[in-house]
């Protein structure tokens, strides 16, 4: 009688243990950046950089390697799919891929100021901007600002405020880049000024006007550039 009381148990799956698959050998480097967006030298250079960080305190032969826990979140990165999805592609339980997308990001932050910064003593910032100024001769510049779409999942909370004008969602995603020689195509643009006479304005020494380091919307950088190089 009592046995008809008991709930009956769920039979226990088997487990089943994948396979080490590696991914830097098996795809080309074509293939590579159409689902992870890096090549094969840049994921084996993300590999080396955050083994430290990743590489599971096991000697179990079913702990994820470092190379496939960096090739898990770089194609969550690169697709921005769902967790299952993610985990289907590329034979992973769900639970795992989300941990994994966790450690890589974590360990990704924890490093970002080896290659992420700001120059803050006087010396970086001249250094930077005589760069620039040697490069186009636009004075007082200490990077280059550009901007793109990272196309998002929608989210729950306030859905629409993510939703650009395009009519997809997304994260408006800022960089700044401090190295002139890597820039010069853009400043080209910008550095071709002309008056209210039509003459273009010759540039033979920096002119000396603060840094602009108030709000970057379009109207104010406007104003910047017309008081500096127009009103002579």
Partial sequence: MAA?????????KDRVFRGTISHLTNLNDDELRRRYRFGKDSIAYLCNLLQDRLRRPTNKATALTVEQQVCIALRFYASGSFLQVIGDTLGYDK???SRVVNDVTDALIDIKDDFVSWPTDVDS????????YRQSNF???????DCTHVRIQ?????EPSY???KGYHSINVQ????????VCRI??????????????????QPVQVPAFLGVQDGRNTREHVARVFFNH
Avoid: H
């Fill in 4 to 12: 008809l009381l008991m709930p009956p148990l769920r039979p226990r």
């Fill in 95 to 97: 639970g795992t891929v």
């Fill in 125 to 132: 910032i001249n250094r930077i901007k005589c760069g620039f």
């Fill in 139 to 145: 004075p007082n510049v200490l990077g280059c600002i």
């Fill in 154 to 158: 929608a989210p729950s909370d306030d």
């Fill in 163 to 165: 939703v650009n004008r």
């Fill in 175 to 182: 960089a700044v880049r401090m190295k002139p020689e890597k």
């Fill in 187 to 204: 400043f080209g643009a910008c550095a071709v000024l002309v008056n209210d006479d039509g003459a273009g304005v010759r540039l033979d």
